[in-house]
T-cell receptor, first 114, second 117 residues
Framework: DAKTTQPTSMDCAEGRAANLPCNHS???????VYWYRQIHSQGPQYIIH???NNETNEMASLIITEDRKSSTLILPHATLRDTAVYYC???????????????FGSGTQLTVLP | DAGVIQSPRHEVTEMGQEVTLRCKPI?????LFWYRQTMMRGLELLIY????????DSGMPEDRFSAKMPNASFSTLKIQPSEPRDSAVYFC???????????????FGPGTRLLVL
């Protein structure tokens, strides 16, 4: 699976949009971009995923560049409860016999400030 | 749905003792994963099962660690004998069959915080 690069930490003011970047320049055609987050003392939580089109759900939006070498997770109106470590993970799916694990990097510590 | 259930939530034990961590996956999920998280190594996969069969245990640190899944609703991770360096948070996760890329989504339990003295 492709390697990802994320900033170590970011701050965001409460109520403002939080934009978390991820670089995955070695992504291949069958690899999806997944985002998970981990709030302190909890298990990781799925946020969103995408292949090449922009995606939106009730939690966030995912913007993937046309060349798919980078993406941005957007939390439109960040709240204090969004303070967490955000992980960008790139992996293929559906490969028979291949591992289905997620490989977590260091992620981005997002701190939402009041 | 109650989500992935893990027990105990906290465990303190002495070096050399046997530790058993338990996990109940979400009903209907056919994949189960055990992860370990430490400050030094981050979140790392130990082993995962498909339909109760271990598929990849390459992440299991050593023979002191063993995992079983006797049925679709229960799995255990055992450490015998435990050592201080095993202190970590152990997470269990499950995922559902099919569903394309969304079927790959993993749902994590709250974790077991293990401290080996």
């Amino acid at each position: 699976d492709a390697k990802t690069t994320q900033p170590t930490s970011m701050d965001c003011a409460e109520g403002r949009a939080a934009n978390l970047p991820c670089n995955h320049s070695t992504i291949s055609g069958n690899e999806y971009v997944y985002w998970y987050r981990q709030i302190h003392s909890q298990g990781p939580q799925y946020i969103i995923h995408g292949l090449k089109n922009n995606e939106t759900n009730e939690m966030a939006s995912l913007i993937i560049t046309e060349d798919r070498k980078s993406s941005t997770l957007i939390l439109p109106h960040a709240t204090l409860r969004d303070t967490a470590v955000y992980y960008c993970i790139v992996r293929s799916w559906g490969n028979s016999g291949s591992a289905r694990q997620l490989t977590f990097g260091s992620g981005t510590q997002l701190t939402v400030l009041p | 749905d109650a989500g992935v259930i893990q027990s105990p939530r906290h465990e303190v034990t002495e070096m050399g003792q046997e530790v058993t961590l338990r996990c109940k996956p979400i009903s209907g999920h056919d994949y189960l994963f055990w992860y370990r998280q430490t400050m030094m190594r981050g979140l790392e996969l130990l082993i995962y099962f498909n339909n109760n069969v271990p598929i990849d245990d390459s992440g299991m640190p050593e023979d002191r660690f063993s995992a079983k899944m006797p049925n679709a609703s229960f799995s255990t991770l055992k450490i015998q004998p435990s050592e201080p360096r095993d202190s970590a948070v152990y997470f269990c996760a499950s995922s559902s069959p099919g569903g394309g890329a969304l079927g790959e989504t993993q749902y994590f339990g709250p974790g077991t915080r293990l401290l080996v003295l």
